[in-house]
Every structure is written in C-alpha cells, then in structure tokens.
Nanobody, 132 residues
Framework: QLQLVESGGGLVQPGESLRLSCAAS????????IGWFRQAPGKEREWVSC????????????FYQDSVKGRFTVSRDGAKNTVNLQMNSLKPEDTADYLC?????????????????????WGRGTQVTVSS
C-alpha cells in the first residue's frame, strides 16, 4: 500500500531551523515527484517545493516557492526512500501544516508546473509553528 508519512514538525523561534521528512512506502521515490505543500489556518494550501527524480535515481531537479528560496532545501535519501525539507531562518509566516505528496512513476524536468491535483498521494501532515 502506497503511503507517505511526514515527521519533524514542531515549535521553534524565528530564525531557527527544522528538518521535515517524508517517508515513502509502497513505491520508489525514483521516477517520481515529491512535492511539499503547506496550509496555514484560514488560508489555502500552497506549494512550497518539489523534487523530481529520474528512473535510475541518478538525476534530480528541485524547485522552490519564491518566499522560501535560499532558506529551504529539499533533498532525497534513496536508501531510506525519504525526502527531506531542511528549513532554515524560519519566520512566523512559515507557520503551517506541512504535507508531502507524490506523483508516482513519472518524471518531469519542471515539477513546479505540476498542478496540485496531479499529486495523487498525500501524507497527513506535520505542524510547524514559528513563534517567539
């Protein structure tokens, strides 16, 4: 059964860091796209970042929303079949529920162009709160 499980959320102060993980099971993160999304209370869900990995797992591309560029880094651990989101210099406006989602058995050079509805598999999310 295909499953995505996020972890690593928590309460931090502005300027601090968190590392989120998205553990995938039931499929390989090779030849797939993993996207990170977030949803703050009262706001619509928004795309944050994505990583697309080729079939061999030897090539990947990453993209970021403008507001997180230079602060967030997405990476993949093929051995653990996990995608991580390193979040540095966190701001109060980063507070949200963070979810990972997958497009399986597909690769694209431009994962930022994927519509949210093209992600067919979703985790349940992990809460990130940035507050002093």
């Amino acid at each position: 059964q295909l499953q995505l499980v996020e972890s690593g959320g928590g309460l931090v102060q502005p300027g601090e860091s968190l590392r989120l993980s998205c553990a995938a099971s039931g499929f390989s993160t090779n030849n797939s796209v993993i996207g990170w999304f977030r949803q703050a209370p009262g706001k619509e869900r928004e795309w944050v970042s994505c990583i697309a990995t080729d079939y061999e797992g030897s090539y990947y591309s990453t993209f970021y929303q403008d507001s997180v560029k230079g602060r967030f880094t997405v990476s993949r651990d093929g051995a653990k079949n996990t995608v991580n989101l390193q979040m540095n210099s966190l701001k109060p406006e980063d507070t949200a529920d963070y979810l990972c989602a997958a497009v399986v058995d597909d690769y694209t050079d431009y994962c930022y162009m994927l519509n949210e509805h093209e992600y067919k598999h979703w985790g349940r999310g992990t809460q990130v709160t940035v507050s002093s």
